[in-house]
């Protein structure tokens, strides 16, 4: 019944140390029996308040006025998460970069001409040798003949496609791959017609059935693949 430290106690007469000892451990025990494990993450917050501690949907419940809480218990609540696809996030910071009226480096123009290319689905290294043989990477470029900034978009043209200021970098490469774009998907994908239809026009290349005698245009074709191939 009693431990062997208790019972030597009894035995050398020291009967009120071993009844002291034995409440004591006794005690010790019944506090051991009522320790219970944490009901909510809020008892480890309150540990000496158990039985008034509010609960976690309560306290999920009184920070509802500030839309934290409802949107936890709340099953009508939605909450809208779409991922934003890593190379549109590229694309915005690219073009976020040349902004309006300042000078834009090779490297942005680089970059944007390959996400462009990457949107419209066509080869960045083709729009990169257009792009070199119409301004040489000038987005100020215009020709005598009005073609303007990187992709010498003209007027008619540029208005057709939408594009509002044909010097904006981002607007001029948009605007002038959907335009080559457009040529390669009339001439079933041809490289050589496409360009020609972009220097040209789409009429001179269907008058002549391939690409037309003009020297300009011949020359251009010629440099562009050269630059491609």
Same mark, same amino acid.
């Given at each position: 019944m009693f431990s062997q430290f208790i019972q030597n106690l009894l035995n050398s007469g020291g009967q009120s140390a071993a009844v002291q000892r034995y409440a004591q451990i006794s005690n010790y025990q019944n506090n051991? *029996? $009522?320790v219970q494990a944490p009901q909510s993450p809020l008892d480890t917050i309150y540990p000496d308040n158990k039985i008034n501690s509010p609960s976690f949907e309560k306290v999920l419940k009184s920070t509802s006025q500030a839309n934290f809480g409802s949107l936890l218990i709340n099953p009508q609540t939605m909450v809208n998460a779409h991922i @934003? =696809?890593?190379n549109l996030l590229?694309? !915005?910071? !690219?073009?976020?970069a040349v902004k309006q009226g300042t000078q834009p $480096? +090779? *490297?942005? #123009?680089?970059n944007l001409v390959s996400m462009m290319s990457k949107k419209h689905g066509v080869d960045e290294k083709l729009v990169? !040798?257009? #792009? +070199?043989?119409e301004s040489g990477f000038n987005p100020n470029a215009k020709? +005598? $003949?009005g073609a303007m900034g990187l992709m010498q978009l003209m007027p008619s043209t540029a208005k057709s496609l939408g594009v509002k200021d044909a010097y904006n970098p981002v607007q001029n490469i948009d605007g002038g791959i959907r335009y080559l774009k457009s040529m390669m998907n009339k001439y079933n994908g041809n490289v050589i017609l496409a360009l020609a239809a972009y220097n040209a026009g789409p009429n001179a290349v269907d008058k002549y059935d391939? @690409? =037309?005698p003009y020297k300009e245009t011949q020359n251009y074709v010629r440099n562009i693949l050269a630059n491609y191939l």
């Open positions: 051991l *029996n $009522t @934003v =696809p890593e590229q694309q !915005a910071a !690219a073009a976020s $480096t +090779k *490297n942005q #123009i680089l990169k !040798a257009l #792009i +070199k043989q020709s +005598k $003949t391939g @690409v =037309p």
